[in-house]
């Protein structure tokens, strides 16, 4: 099923703004984000809000330039950051592209937050093995063919001459995107600042918590099996659901 075409005309004017008052093209501080807490009164509700940048200064941060970036929004479907990304449901499927280890955490509680396939699993859905030879062109090329949506979360220091060092895979997967933009960008949405949206000390808490839980269940972390299946997994599935839980209480909000 094709994706329905955001509302290009206005990115365009956005980026357009931005341009104008140098925001493309300055450096900005890589500060964390901000977390507050957020009160309704009269409903015992509690929300976090977390302070994140505007698009345009993630794409400077990204390392992508300005000449890469008009070819995306002329022929993506779309690019947003974390908060329209969020209220978006994928009802009909779709797969999600983007460094995945310790440091960029937030992609496995995004796909399940918004109803998408990660890496693993787009892959084995597609009947390619990342291991196989030549499976990045394999697996792109099923993944346009399919014509789901596809959501690239682009990291910080991804392009530029600082790019992170698990890059090279994803800026990989990016680049062939950009080879023929025409026909493979049109069911792609870019996602801007995903990766930095949750605070580390939230994140450490949640960490943590998880272990101190574990610990206490099945005792000290040991070599033996029921520590390292029982209690690894009991570990990082409280991890998984208090992660969740953040991210379905939290406002993101663009910095003033």
Known sequence: MKTQKWAKPILHI????YSFLGLSSQSQAMSCPQLMAKNFDGLNIQRNVVRIKSIAEEVHLSGIDQTTFQTILTHANA??????LLKTRFESGGSILGIKDDAHRTMSTIAQLTGLKDFWDAYSELGVSPFESGHK???LNRLVQSSEPIIFLVPRN????LKHRKSNLTLG??????????SRLRNVIFVFGAYD??????????????HQNAVSKF??????????WEGSKAKWEE???ETLSFFRTTDFLIEN
Do not use: H
């Open 239 to 241: 991890i998984n659901k």
């Open 219 to 228: 005792g000290p972390p040991t070599e033996q099996y029921e520590w390292f």
């Open 197 to 210: 949206c949750m605070p580390d000390a939230s994140y450490e808490t949640i960490v943590r918590k998880a």
């Open 137 to 139: 062109e394999k697996f």
């Open 14 to 17: 956005i980026i357009a703004i």
């Open 158 to 161: 991804f392009a530029g001459p």
């Open 173 to 182: 997967e990016f680049n062939w995107f950009l080879e023929r933009p025409e």
């Open 79 to 84: 690019v947003t950051d974390i908060s329209g």
